[in-house]
């Protein structure tokens, strides 16, 4: 079988390019992926799949399928800003679009659906949306060999930050372009179209490596964040893998704070995105008319693009926090919308880690442990770096009785994002597990640390009570009440059970316990 394109017949048996009539020296990799998105052109191909098809399942860097790419569009005469025949779909894939012919049939044409792709680049509910570029991170080690380490960080936190897909982050090869040169970020902001850049530097000495970083808004060249990092130089890959972990979770959860005041800020032509990070910044403020209002917004959001995902998600988290707050007069039937909204910004969108952590989520308060479970898992898979993904994991196995698993993962969470909106509710969880692990005077140094972070609610004042009654300090627990009361004023131990419904319930009746013996009435 031979396929015939344009001026050139791919021989699969062979493994064999001709151009008019004459072989075509390719790299072999190279012949591979255009022998594959030949054979698949029915579909896109994302980078896992090459990765899974041409490599065996060892991940290689962005870099490496970039060239492939490149390689095989000069073979075929094809370029990139042209597109003939290999289609690139930014933070998608790729596609074979040209005309094909197998010999001995017919002519078939590119797939039908082409346009419909192409025309998703330009999705209206995300207009607005933020965008970054990665500058290529300084090698200060004065040693020429070590470029390769810096390189690699760059490439690493470019495929990291590719992720969120809530981000449009430009490619590795067009912010190499600028490897070498004294930056203007403002001008890289012009040039690129993008709203923030990101750029860093590696300088090493001996064993010690230090990686410095800095997000930075194009347009006003304001600093919105920056992180030194000092390590050991011990198993170079390790370290790399470390690094870029820290620092695309570090800008991940900056970004995301820079772009709900963005949007509160904006006056006119909200889009969808604006409408849903207008709706984040009112739900961060963790107040009874906070999520109402955001609530409201979502609901615009959604009127405005009800293709866009993302607010139905954050509706249905909003759900399981006015829940969890006490603030609805009827936790299960809010919670059971919640996860109908759930369940539709995933069947929406089931590559976006908020999507799936939403859903988990809500299932934890329902009871559903399996569903929660794989949810988190599913939104950790998709962003190793969502420090909610496993803060929620964490909640879901405190919730269902494992509190030893749920120690590590919020350790996770907490070193992922240490200045967290919702940073409360780490150290609160976390507490929570070494209580029910019996190490109640750790668990009153976390509650007091939960007590002490914004937007604290009477859930960590709780905890020392509960905390307090299990070792005997009755007086103590009592006094943590009243900081309870002073936020929910009609706490009871019914209240407080209903809020904690499909609790494990030996864990709930010991808790419960606690909170009586420390003189809380029952009704």
Known sequence: MTYLFGDCELDPDRHELQKQGRAVAVEPKALDVLLYLVEHRDRLIGREEFNRQIWGGRHVSDWALSTCIKNARQAIGDNGRRQDHIRTVPRRGFRFVGSVEVRGQGRVAAAPDTDSIVSGLTDPSLAGRPSIAVLPFE??????EQEYFSDGMTEDIITALSRLRW????ARNSTFTYKGTAVDVKRVGREMGVRYVLEGSVRNAGSRVRISAQ?????????IWAERFDRELVDIFHLQDELTEAISAGVDAELAGSERKFAHTKTTDLSAWDLYQRGMWHYYKYTKDGFAEARGLYERAIDKAPEFSRPFGARAVT?????????????????ELGLRDAEQAVALDDRDSFNQYALGQVSIVLGERKQAISSMLAAIDLNPNFALAYHGLA?????FGEPALTLPLEDHAIRLSPHDPTLFSFYL??????AALGEHEQALVDAEKS????HANFWPHLLLVSANSALGRYEEAR???EGAKKLQPDLTVRKIASMLHHFHPPLLEIYLNNLRAAGISEE
């Open 167 to 170: 981000l449009f982050v430009v």
């Open 429 to 434: 969880i976390r507490g929570g597990a070494k």
């Open 395 to 399: 909640i879901a196995h405190h919730w």
């Open 139 to 144: 090698n200060m080690s004065g040693n020429p």
């Open 319 to 335: 759900a399981y926090s006015q829940a969890m707050h006490g603030y609805v007069e009827d936790p299960v039937a809010v919670l």
């Open 451 to 454: 007590v002490r972070q914004p």
């Open 479 to 481: 006094r943590a009440f």
């Open 215 to 223: 997000l930075i808004e194009a347009e006003t060249g304001n600093h």
